[in-house]
């Protein structure tokens, strides 16, 4: 028998001033906003109830626009026969008060209603309904959401944080890769009922806070009392056709959401409208707008409404005199501390608000191109949380496929290009000590020691001389040149191993924004995976250092250490002698006593300098560096060997963070 057909994922980005809602078949990214009525996504956050519904009782309780305006044009005399109740911005109210929660429960009961009715189905059945919540919002508050699911109808869903549906929503439109989730990565969501900040680190949310009394309602208010100044008379119109508030939470806010996008554009815009038939604004500024931002105070009006719903204006609201923009700021700041942000994610209202840019670029010392709106600002949100398990799906296939392929990619692949470029480190070592050591102090050591005659124990002592004072620059140029080595292969592996994860298919289809490079955005600073390598080869080179220098040392000095100067002195002697001809000198007889007594036979001038020959100083020296080269490689290929278990761990360790997605 065929398995069920798994029902659509949907999306719900539940939000104060607009809800949007995103279907996404199950186990693909095809995303498909819901439309309910109009040309928008967008749905009002806004119910309308009704005493008496008229001939078609199913109509209500109408939501949306539609709610809206039903009650925005109706007369006083409508309102009150028919018993209209309107009611918007209850989303920060669901907890502890009845009529908000009851206004959410039949506000999405309604859409899901409305969505059957143009052939939509929202039944979960055996698919997933996935609603985002303020991460700073607490338990209650999300255990108030699933409640509210469920009593609409649309089934169990699940709770996940709103800045993880940006996270995902930027993920899908390739804004960086998949398996690149960024350290230092900020989503802002300064909404219709909260400010909401998250600070994200290879997809995990290792901060977040805001508040959900600062949001874009108190510039409804500050809008609202901007229009009733310039309109002498308007507050006891409103008042006696009792359409405060539907001026206020509608014509307002429309007011508030145009000025925001002309100053965007234009810092010295002025904005004229007509709000509803009730009055007209003229000439709005940025100037004024901020001298009132600066020093706000809630109107009795604003008051009023949100008693209707049970809450009372906080201590600070209550005081007046607020700087709504410094009370951002602030927040920003303070729920930072002494992180570092490296990009920013604006989402909803955020990306139109031209404060919002600024301040994430001064407060937090960005460039314009670390700071990056969402192609879809509004529905980001219900974007990101419809393809949430189908980006499970795909993370998860990429990272069993990747786990089983990294061992032969180790071996076949990275370990030649570190062999390749740690090991030129030894022929570059072995170069610097010859030429800095043997040519610039044993040489000259060995010609004088010819000239005036050469006492085998005279030349040692002098070599150890030379050598003891080598020690430091020894180890300084041990460190430099594994350093060195170290960058090349880091920036060469980390080449290879991101183009390893892309040949995987993780980069989606889609853009990348101005300015990002291969790895995604431009320098954004998370760990990267050259950094991560850096571990293990950093590791190794301490590990050489102190083999290398130990190694050299030991054989400079002769004895029982490695005898790198052609078998030590003795053996440069002797083969000196030999290669001269002993029995030419008449010395033949007195092989054995020198070869006994070499370190305290003093030999003539004329024999020395032909046994410090050129030809004898160089067959030396190339053996002292051959020697070299040899003794250092050995030595990394002793401490190499570890290498590849180090290496599979810090790739093993990148793959599974694609699975950190799985703790949404």
Known sequence: MAGKTRANVIGIDFGTSNTYLTICPYGTKNKFPLHIGGRSPAIDTAILYADDPGPDPGLFPLVGERATATFGQADLE??????????????????????????????????RREAQIVGVGLDQGEGSVIIGAPSEAGPAFRETLRAVVGEAGLGAAEVVDEPKGVLLTDLGYNRFPLGDILDGYLV????????????????????????????????????????????????????????????????????????????????????????????VVRELDLETFLARASAYTPSEAFASFGRTMGVRLSPRLLGGGIDLIAWFRDLLLGGLGASRVRAVSLSGGSSRWFFVMDLCLSALGLRPGRILGSPNPFGAISEGLAILPAVKMELEAAKEKMLADKEGFIVSELMPLVEENLGGSAECLAGRITAELFDGQIVPLLRRAGDEGLRIADVEAGIQGCVDQYRERLEELADEEIGSGILATRTILQDKVQAWLDSYGLRLEGRLPAGAGPSGLVEIGRPTIGDQLSRPLVTVSAGLVATWTGLILASLCGGGGVALLAAGPLGLVLGGLGGFGLGHLGLRPWRGRIERMAKDVRLPAAIARAIVSEKNVRRAREGFRSDLVAKVNEAYG???????????????????????????
């Open 78 to 111: 409508t309102r009150a026969r028919r018993g209209y109740r309107y009611h918007a911005n209850f989303k920060p109210e669901i907890v502890g008060h009845e009529v908000a929660r009851k206004c959410a429960a039949d506000f999405l009961g309604a859409i």
């Open 188 to 279: 802002v969501d300064f909404g219709g009922g909260t400010c909401d900040f998250a600070l994200m680190s290879r997809g995990e949310v290792v901060a977040s806070w805001g508040d959900m009394e600062l949001g874009g309602r108190l510039f409804d208010d500050l809008f609202f009392q901007w229009f009733l100044e310039q309109n002498p008379g308007a507050e006891e119109a409103l008042a006696r056709e009792r359409r405060e508030f539907y001026v206020w939470s509608y014509c307002c806010r429309r007011l508030k959401e145009d000025f925001s996008e002309t100053v965007a554009r234009d810092r010295r815009g002025r904005v004229t409208a007509e709000v509803g038939r009730f009055g």
């Open 638 to 664: 002793g401490i190499s060997g570890k290498l590849p278990a180090e290496l599979d761990a810090v790739i093993a360790g990148e793959i599974n963070q694609l699975g950190i997605i799985n703790v949404f």
